[in-house]
T-cell receptor, first 112, second 110 residues
Framework: IAGITQAPTSQILAAGRRMTLRCTQD?????MYWYRQDLGLGLRLIHY???????GKGEVPDGYSVSRANTDDFPLTLASAVPSQTSVYFC???????????FGPGTRLTVL | RKEVEQDPGPFNVPEGATVAFNCTYS??????FFWYRQDCRKEPKLLMS???SGNEDGRFTAQLNRASQYISLLIRDSKLSDSATYLC???????????FGDGTTLTVKP
């Protein structure tokens, strides 16, 4: 692995299903982030983690949960997917919170 | 008012043109500033950080104006390959997080 990876690349999901988007980085960065990007709305922060073992809510956290059990992994879970969660999801990491963020390639999620 | 605002464009310019984008931020506690480039259906990637004294990287120049609370990106001698969306990002010390602008779309035409 080099950098930050996300899985799956894309997914079509039935409403009401549970889904976990995976994110892994190998840069030993302290901070990690989940964003969603919708047309015309830019990048919106869902949840973040400044260091392993801690998480915080971003701008649009409702319907999503995260965990940060270790430095490398930061999964995002949709407990019961709804169509409004159709979006492109980007995971990112940075060495420190004020530093450059490095983004994964994104997950395109469609909830029907 | 949004915390970070950009002119969405689109900016359509001919090859060789000079184009400038601005990004305004509302919180004076903002500490770090960045420009990212995002190609269609790809992830954002850092273009350049913005330093207080201004900085240049080839055809790209970034500047910070703390008094008026904006950052700018100047692209000289535009290339077709510069076509992309440019996102500014501002780190706010008080909030402890970065906020991204919605992006400005640039299309460079032959």
């Amino acid at each position: 692995i080099a950098g930050i990876t996300q899985a799956p690349t894309s997914q079509i999901l039935a409403a009401g299903r549970r889904m976990t988007l995976r994110c892994t980085q190998d840069m030993r960065h302290n901070a990690m982030y989940w964003y969603r990007q919708d047309l015309g709305l830019g990048l919106r922060l869902i949840h973040y983690s400044n260091t392993a073992g801690t998480t915080g809510k971003g701008e649009v956290p409702d319907g999503y949960s995260v965990s940060r059990a270790n430095t490398d992994d930061f999964p995002l879970t949709l407990a019961s997917a709804v169509p409004s969660q159709t979006s492109v999801y980007f995971c990112a990491s940075s060495d420190e919170v004020a530093d450059t963020q490095y983004f994964g390639p994104g997950t395109r999620l469609t909830v029907l | 008012r949004k915390e970070v605002e950009q002119d969405p464009g689109p900016f359509n310019v001919p090859e060789g043109a000079t184009v400038a984008f601005n990004c305004t931020y509302s919180n004076s506690a903002s500490q770090s500033f960045f420009w990212y480039r995002q190609d269609c259906r790809k992830e954002p990637k850092l273009l350049m950080s913005v330093y207080s004294s201004g900085n240049e990287d080839g055809r790209f120049t970034a500047q910070l104006n703390r008094a008026s609370q904006y950052i700018s990106l100047l692209i000289r001698d535009s290339k077709l390959s510069d076509s992309a969306t440019y996102l500014c990002a501002v780190y706010n010390t008080n909030a402890g997080k970065s906020t991204f602008g919605d992006g400005t779309t640039l299309t460079v035409k032959p």
